[in-house]
């Protein structure tokens, strides 16, 4: 069985911090070593001869060096796991954040979020559970010594034992593992499903029947889940009171076979049992570990195997300094392919052709999935274009290489815009020029702006896009896009877009691209796009 955190923490530190693994083994010897001390002490005392000074001196010693070592190793590998999961944990998130949207939105946020949180809570609450193993095992093996060192027949029974166990053991692990990673994924999915039901709240207060049939599905997954692992956990603990039994079966062997045919053991008998006894508790704790083991390395290939995936799709990251003006964007050909898990095409939106000039202002109208949201993610590089299409922009074609760049052109209301209470990636920005806007946008009452962020963002859809727009127009890009932003507001603040923000963003020189399904404001429009089945069908 390969213990996979093992490998987990050796990649991730330049050294093997030895002191750790010095002391964990020198605090299971010390563990050990006590039955030593005590047998011959009762022996002593047995013989109603007193315990020399010698002994009850070496018997603190070992019980201090223990107690020390043991505290060393222990904290110690707790800082350690801390700082490498730490390490670990933000080079991943460096890494989603640096790849592309539609391999995120593959992935999914649950599943995502699942391995950010769960996966290395599980490794990190693992870590006490395997230092405390592999101090157990180093005690049972010196106790094990100290036993051939007593009777070498005793010995031999007892290891032929423990290999049998062993063996039995090893081969029911694989179907714990399996229980283990089937509830891990059932854990995924109710995790999404939770989303559904905080998310879709005010759409199941409506509907009491989707309430009911959301709900029904939750349970089925919760009970799939359950199922899994408490299968798994039943699987671990009926094997390991089997193994009780083999120990059962030593003992017999040990106590009533033995002694027949090697008449040193009746001599021996009972330091051998007091032995056994003495390991009995970190031998089973050994095997208690299993079933940890188990979950983690499940754990550790889970966040294996999404940072193998983030490598595979992640494009070297180039510090480029941003496009900060152009004369004309030309879409050629652009196509993109939505497909299921089959790979077999849903949706296609393309080819399209599209020229866009500076201070254009285009709208785009459409009905719902007719591939207005793909085109906006098309034209500003968040989705890739399938060959033969390209974007240029002044005669350059955008590669891997300078789009980056080349998304910095874009700031962007989509329909669902995250707002983030601080304002990132703007300095200097002035107070006064935000409270203005804040009143402008009526939302001076709402919320104010100190310290480079919002002190409140718990808005409704409508205050939060217009707080939005406060941001993206703080951004100051040479091309503004807005979602059907004018789809959460009141007939004012349609007018309001339309009327001021679109007048000032023209006359200031910027590029405004519009999804709107407001006819009665298309006269302020240069070009006005139709889309029908990922398409343009009217210009």
């Not at 020390?68 to 190793?73: I, L, M, P, T, V």
């Not at 699942?114 to 005690?139: C, G, Y």
């Not at 029911?172 to 999404?192: A, D, H, P, R, V």
């Not at 100190?450 to 409704?460: A, G």
Request: glycine share 4%; net charge neutral; with cysteine.
């Amino acid at each position: 069985m390969k213990i996979k955190m093992i490998d987990f923490f050796a990649m991730e530190i330049t050294s093997l911090r030895l002191s750790i693994i010095y002391t964990t083994i020198l605090s299971g010897c010390c563990y050990g070593v006590l039955i030593f001390i005590i047998n011959n002490a009762a022996n002593i005392v047995f013989q109603d001869i007193s315990v020399e000074l010698y002994m009850i001196g070496l018997y603190t010693v070992i019980c201090i060096v223990f107690y020390a070592s043991h505290k060393f190793a222990l904290f110690n590998s707790i800082h350690l796991a801390t700082e490498v999961i730490g390490l670990v944990r933000l080079r991943i998130l460096d890494k989603i954040r640096h790849s592309e949207l539609l391999f995120v939105e593959k992935k999914g946020y649950s599943n995502i979020h699942m391995r950010l949180t769960q996966d290395f809570n599980t490794i990190f609450h693992s870590v006490p559970v395997l230092f405390a193993a592999v101090e157990d095992l180093v005690t049972v093996m010196v106790i094990y010594i100290y036993i051939a060192i007593i009777s070498f027949e005793a010995f031999v029974v007892v290891i032929s034992f423990l290999i049998a166990s062993i063996m039995y053991f090893y081969a029911k692990y694989f179907l714990i593992k399996n229980e283990m990673m089937q509830s891990g994924k059932k854990e995924t999915e109710f995790f999404g499903m939770m989303n559904d039901v905080v998310k879709g709240f005010k759409q199941i207060k409506m509907h009491f029947q989707k309430n009911e049939d959301l709900f029904n599905d939750i349970v089925s997954v919760s009970k799939e889940s359950e199922k899994y692992k408490t299968r798994g956990l039943i699987t671990y603990r009926e094997h390991t009171m089997k193994i009780m039994l083999f120990h059962f079966m030593m003992y017999a062997t040990l106590l009533f076979v033995m002694p027949i045919y090697f008449d040193v053991l009746r001599v021996s008998i009972l330091k051998i049992f007091a032995a056994l006894l003495f390991a009995q508790g970190p031998l089973e704790m050994v095997f208690r570990s299993f079933a940890t083991i188990a979950m983690t390395n499940v754990a550790v290939k889970n966040l294996q195997d999404l940072e193998e995936a983030l490598d595979q799709n992640n494009h070297p990251i180039i510090e480029q300094k941003p496009v900060m003006d152009f004369q004309k964007i030309s879409l050629q050909s652009i196509l993109f392919q939505y497909k299921d898990s089959q790979g077999d095409i849903t949706f296609q939106s393309g080819p399209i052709d599209l020229t866009i000039h500076k201070q254009d202002v285009i709208f785009i109208v459409g009905g719902n999935g007719s591939g207005k949201s793909t085109l906006l993610k098309l034209l500003t590089g968040l989705y890739p274009t399938l060959p033969p299409g390209q974007i240029i922009i002044d005669n350059e074609t955008i590669r891997s290489q300078t789009l980056s760049a080349y998304r910095q052109l874009f700031s962007i209301i989509f329909t669902d815009y995250y707002l983030f209470k601080k304002l990132y990636g703007l300095e200097s920005v002035d107070e006064q020029t935000v409270a203005s806007m804040l009143k402008k946008m009526l939302l001076h009452r709402k919320t104010q702006f100190s310290h480079n962020q919002f002190t409140n963002t718990d808005l409704s859809t409508g205050q939060r896009k217009r707080l939005a727009c406060i941001e993206a127009l703080l951004e100051d890009k040479p091309i503004y896009v807005f979602d059907e932003w004018t789809a959460d507001q009141d007939p004012e603040f349609r007018k309001f877009l339309y009327d001021t923000i679109l007048q000032d963003l023209k006359n200031a020189g910027k590029t405004v691209i519009i999804v709107t399904h407001d006819d009665r404001y298309f006269h302020y429009a240069d070009t006005v796009i139709t889309m029908e089945d990922g398409k343009i069908k009217k210009k």
